[in-house]
């Protein structure tokens, strides 16, 4: 009972040194993300990336934000318990959440409390489909297969192709089905289409084997790096080496703990960042990030980071008080992101149309020497 | 019928009285707090989940505390009843215009589903005992989830059509994929209210103190506590054990129904093996046996972790801290005797009883 009592007391001391800062006239911007649990790279990852703009534009002076970012754990029932607490923070504006179902979720829950969205990274179409305040600051899933094959194609990355993907995933379903599309319509040849799913993700050696017995020259991996790390690490174990093409979720193997990184040598994908740019704003961007983080930043941080910005730019355009409430604000923006040009360092000149979705050039990436080289 | 449990003999008379009151006065509390505006979004966005927890744990408490069987695949009833419910709803969409009747008819399509899907899955498993039937349960219910995860099925104006593994529904101009596979149903019109929640409870409660203070209720402990002795007195076993199973099969259908039309979109990931878990340590923690007990349970620990924000990164550390210490203290004597000296009297009787039986 002693020791219970003792516990409980440190439990309280550390609720009471819990506290937290408030800046006159800011605004509140909260956003939902894996910060725990399998996908927490990409939350955290956000979470920084955004941090970094918001402390940028708080020294500057002129409009001021307040950032505050809530645990989902890759899940809908606590993303939405997040977004409540959010909400009875006082969040103005959202970054929706980090991941598609989650932000799937949250966004239908944006559209009906009228709080204006923008997701850094949920890029499944059903987040942003029939709402009007949602919008998004990386490609769709369908964009990026289909970019992915065209990309192949014009670039005669291959002749044979072998797609391996996790068939009880959205977002690596999202991207398959339409390669498979994309690719059909530009001949692409796929010889060999396999699958996996959470519970038979460790051994990869049916699918590898299949891809290499069908003389697979380019094996295409849409899916999160972690499975990624696995076939690549099997791939060289049983002597199998075609080129490797990835998409953004293969975009964080490089800052994985316990991952050979010359196993990811040569490997392609397409993302939107590249953290070796020469651009001056990428490159003070990543130098911030490496200092207060310790890590490359990845595109999931580069979007982070961007959406604040286009925040701030939204912001200025529309004039906008901190003392707006949600419903003015939410039409105010929606104002200013269907008609404003965003300039960041996930791309120059992006646009949004009235579904939410972004138009902005993919960049084709090469893992060279542990880091990411711009492919063109 | 107030009456009967109050003139019942049985010391758990007074505790099943004081259950149906504790949860109707949570109601009115609750209400009256969100007429008042004083409820925090956080609280209100959880009213709901809590209601289809409690379900949940009732139906599990059926079937590990009253029949004694370990199942760790429950989390699967409640995807049966959340997948077919959901699509109920979205294919009366047309027929029910009336949101209430719909959610109605949903949560009651849903419980027969998996009604069924318990029948199934009882004929091979309740055929097993102990850690053999807790082993296989686990299976199935991951068994479930994967069918989910690979199953397609649309709606057009020729009907709905349905296939496995790739989408080869094929759908005419105008339908609709309701079930996508690993993208499960997106898209679902939140008909889930706490006022539906509650009286799912309440039934939940009607359904299983009913049954557990009749004949087969009896049967049930008996077989929990001697089998043997059950089977020589000429118990048909796996008769009662498969009452109880599609019973709990059923109600966790329509915990689960209750569940995914709270949300705009659901995933067979959701209803995996640490649902299943969760929802056992909801009954382990409220006592096995004692419907009042996983109620708060399931009420406590779903609200427990969004509690603990403010801790940020030691958020699930303190979860697992304070479940230590919550489980240590509650089979620690001194602490019992300690709590029991405040309870209300008229609880000390069933909840001793309620001790012994679990």
């Known amino acids: 009972m002693r020791k219970f009592t003792a516990l409980m007391t440190a ?54 934000f307040e950032l505050r970012y809530e645990d989902d754990a890759h899940d809908a029932e606590k993303a939405v318990n997040a977004y409540n607490a959010l909400k009875d923070w006082g969040m103005q504006l959202s970054l929706g959440s980090v991941t598609s179902k989650p932000c799937e979720a949250t966004s239908a829950e944006n559209f009906a409390d009228r709080i204006f969205a923008i997701t850094p990274s949920a890029s499944a179409v059903a987040v942003t489909a029939g709402k009007d305040n949602v919008f998004q600051m990386c490609f769709v899933d369908p964009n990026q297969g289909s970019a992915s094959a065209q990309y192949m194609v014009t670039k005669k990355l291959a002749n044979k192709v072998a797609v391996i993907w996790k ?36 051994d990869f050696s049916v699918q590898l084997m299949d891809a290499q017995k069908k003389g697979a020259d380019l094996v295409f991996l849409p899916m ?90 939204a912001l200025e355009g529309a004039k906008a008080k901190p003392d707006m409430d949600r419903k003015a604000l939410c039409t105010a923006m929606i104002a200013q992101f269907t008609t404003m040009k965003f300039s960041g360092v996930t791309g120059n000149n992006m646009t949004w149309g009235k579904d939410g979705a972004v138009t902005k050039d993919p960049k084709g990436m090469v893992i060279k020497n542990g880091a990411y080289v711009g492919l063109d | 019928m107030l009456k009967r449990y109050l003139n019942l003999k049985r010391g758990n008379a007074r505790q099943i009285f004081f259950t149906y009151m504790a949860v109707i006065a949570a109601y009115v509390i609750l209400q009256l707090m969100i007429t008042a505006g004083v409820l925090s979004s956080l609280m209100r966005s959880m009213l709901v989940p809590i209601c289809a927890y409690m379900v949940m744990a009732i139906s599990l408490n059926l079937v590990v505390g009253v029949l004694g069987e370990l199942s760790l695949g429950h989390a699967g009833f409640m995807s049966i009843g959340a997948f077919s419910g959901v699509s109920a709803a979205i294919i009366l969409q047309g027929v029910l215009p009336y949101a209430p009747l719909r959610l109605a008819a949903a949560i009651i399509i849903g419980a027969l589903f998996a009604a069924v899907a318990g029948f199934l899955i009882g004929i091979p498993v309740l055929r097993l005992k102990g850690d053999y039937l807790a082993i296989v349960t686990l299976a199935f219910g991951e068994i479930i989830k994967n069918i989910f995860n690979n199953f397609y099925m649309g709606i057009d104006s020729e009907g709905i059509s349905m296939s496995m593994l790739t989408d080869k529904t094929r759908l005419l101009e105008g339908g609709r994929l309701i079930i996508a596979g690993p993208m499960g149903i997106g898209g679902i019109q939140k008909l889930s209210t706490f006022t539906a929640g509650f009286i799912l409870t309440m039934v939940a409660l009607v359904i299983v103190f009913n049954l557990v203070n009749s004949r ?32 709990s099969a059923a109600l966790a259908g329509a915990a689960g129904c209750l569940f995914a039309m709270n949300y705009s979109t659901i995933v067979a990931n959701k209803f995996d093996f640490n649902t299943s878990i969760l929802v056992l340590v ?13 109620i708060i349970a399931a009420a406590a620990l779903t609200i427990l972790p969004e509690k603990l924000r403010q801790f940020a990164d030691y958020r699930m550390l303190l979860y697992a801290v304070v479940l230590i210490a919550v489980m240590l203290c509650k089979n620690n004597e001194s602490v019992g005797e300690f709590v029991r000296r405040f309870a209300p009297r008229f609880l000390r009787s069933g909840r001793k009883e309620g001790k012994e039986n679990g």
């Open chain 1, 167 to 202: 068939n009880d995933d959205v977002y690596s379903k999202g991207i398959h089905d339409t390669f498979i599309e994309k690719a059909k319509k530009v001949g692409l040849k796929v010889v060999s289409d396999t699958t996996f799913m959470d519970g038979q993700d460790t």
């Open chain 1, 11 to 64: 439990v309280l001391l550390v609720a009471a040194t819990a506290g937290c800062s408030f800046a006159a006239g800011a605004f509140k911007i909260g956003g939902t993300g894996p910060l725990t649990g399998g996908a927490a790279i990409y939350g955290n990852a956000a979470k920084n990336g955004a941090q970094i703009a918001v402390d940028e534009i708080n020294a500057m002076g002129g409009i001021k």
């Open chain 2, 282 to 294: 909801f009954v382990v923690l409220g006592g096995q046996g004692n419907m009042l007990g996983s």
């Open chain 1, 224 to 313: 999160y790096y972690q499975h990624a790390s696995l076939i690549l690490a099997q791939a060289a174990g049983m002597g199998f080496a075609p080129k490797w093409f990835g998409v953004d979720g293969m975009d964080g193997i490089l800052t994985m703990e316990g991952f050979d990184k010359s196993l990811a040598e040569g490997v392609m994908l397409l993302t939107p960042f590249n953290a070796d740019s020469k651009d001056k704003r990428t490159a003070n961007f990543v130098a911030k990030y490496k200092k207060a983080f310790g890590e490359i930043p990845n595109q999931f941080a580069a979007d982070g980071y961007d959406c604040i910005y286009a925040y701030k730019q």
């Open chain 2, 216 to 247: 087969s209720g009896r049967a049930f402990m008996a077989i929990r506590d001697d089998r043997i002795a059950a089977e020589s007195v000429g118990m048909n076993i796996t008769r009662y054990k498969m009452m109880a199973f599609v019973t």
